[in-house]
């Protein structure tokens, strides 16, 4: 224990020493970061929708039968270990635009108490908060997103102040509540959970997945793999359409750079239907559609999965496959899954931590982005919120 406090105490040093040594880096993030900010302040949420607007009763609020006790429970505990200056600076109103300030690219100063400012007990609260809200895969995916960002300080000559896996930051939105509506947070780079709380009802999107690299071929995360299904289920059901489903789905052949739409800062952006609907599906492939929506639903407990799968299939013949790229064993492609209650985008992209590996500045497998939205105003919980609010308030 003391041992481990000491390997603590001494990265923390290396790393305020490492960020004195280099001011102007921290300042240009800084400024970076205010300027993100500042966009909120002239685009209030709105919530994803289609050009011909937000698409109205698709939320409720209503009993799931899945208790959040668990969860309630995890968030007490975590805010408990820390210190009153770490409490102070991790807590905000439910309602706050904290929410709203997340970002992929680890230059963005993040609010909260950090991953490498807490000692093993905060950890450990920490990592039992994520693990009383996620499924097991859940879990393993966010700590093995984390620890490639380590392999990726390691390919950066051991840049370890940019990159690490605790440059993670948790926040937490309201007071843990049984029946008041409170959340989470947690962000940086390449990972990004929002997770909302209402009684029983659970709303975890924006979610925000991915690494450079995905798959680690050295250092002290060797092995570590991530996305993999995410990719080759995708491109399997590329591949299982007919040529005329594949004309309807394919809405551009080439894959030159990034086609992420709904990342950081676009919680107002309009995205029409694009693709072919799953109402011309086979019922074989939409069992492929549904498997693939799964394998990002599923980073939710059990229970609230579940749920949300149910929401998901009520609107399965609205929903929308597009296709960005080629089909072949090693092309690299985007693929969006678009329903008016689920958006969900994978993006194979450049290089960027690891273009002094790689040639030219194509898009490559060894960078992933994929992220999940509720369109239609209910990312955040927002919906939820706006009822609850009108109801109670």
């Known amino acids: 224990m003391i041992r481990h406090a000491l390997t603590i105490a001494l990265a923390l040093l290396t790393t305020s020493a490492a960020l004195a040594q280099r001011p102007g880096l921290t300042e240009r993030m800084r400024e970076r970061s205010r300027q993100m900010d500042a966009r909120l302040a002239d685009d209030p949420y709105v919530g994803i929708h289609a050009s011909s607007g937000i698409e109205r009763g698709l939320f409720r609020i209503e009993s799931t039968g899945v208790s959040t006790a668990p969860v309630r429970l995890a968030a007490e505990r975590f805010l408990a270990a820390l210190s009153a200056e770490q409490r102070a600076k991790t807590t905000f109103p439910v309602d706050d635009d904290e929410w709203r300030k997340w970002m992929n690219q680890h230059f963005y100063l993040r609010q909260g108490v950090g991953f490498d400012e807490m000692d093993e007990a905060q950890r450990e609260a920490a990592f039992g908060l994520m693990r009383a809200s996620l499924s097991a895969d859940g879990l393993k995916l966010s700590r093995d997103i984390m620890n490639l960002n380590r392999t990726l300080g390691e390919l950066n000559n051991d840049n370890f102040v940019e990159y690490n896996e605790w440059l993670y930051w948790i926040t937490v939105m309201g007071e843990p509540s049984a029946d008041q509506p409170w959340g989470w947070q947690v962000d940086g780079h390449h990972l990004i959970v929002n997770y909302f709380v209402l009684g029983d009802q659970v709303v975890m999107t924006p979610l925000f997945i ?184």
């Not at 570590?224 to 489903?245: C, F, H, K, P, Y």
């Not at 019922?283 to 599923?298: N, P, S």
């Open 210 to 393: 991915g690494s450079e690299p995905v798959i680690a071929e050295s250092g002290k995360f060797k092995g570590t793999v991530i996305m993999q299904r995410e990719q080759d289920q995708g491109l399997a059901l590329i591949r299982s359409l007919s040529a005329d489903q594949q004309a309807k789905a394919i809405i551009e052949t080439s894959k030159n750079g990034n086609n992420s739409l709904g990342e950081a800062f676009s919680d107002n952006i309009v995205l029409d239907y694009a693709g072919i609907p799953a109402s011309d599906l086979s019922a074989e492939v939409r069992t492929r559609l549904l498997d693939l929506i799964g394998l990002y639903v599923h980073n939710m407990r059990e229970g609230h999965a579940r749920v949300r799968m149910e929401e998901v299939e009520a609107h399965l013949d609205a929903t929308r496959f597009a296709w960005v790229g080629g089909v072949g064993d090693d092309d690299v492609f985007y693929y969006r899954i678009h329903s008016p209650v689920i958006l969900i985008e994978f993006d194979h992209q450049r290089p960027v931590g690891i273009r002094h590996l790689v040639k030219g500045r194509a898009p490559v497998r060894q960078h992933i982005h994929a992220v999940v939205r509720t369109p239609n105003g209910n990312d955040y919980g927002k919906d939820l919120l706006r009822q609850h609010y009108e109801r109670d308030h």
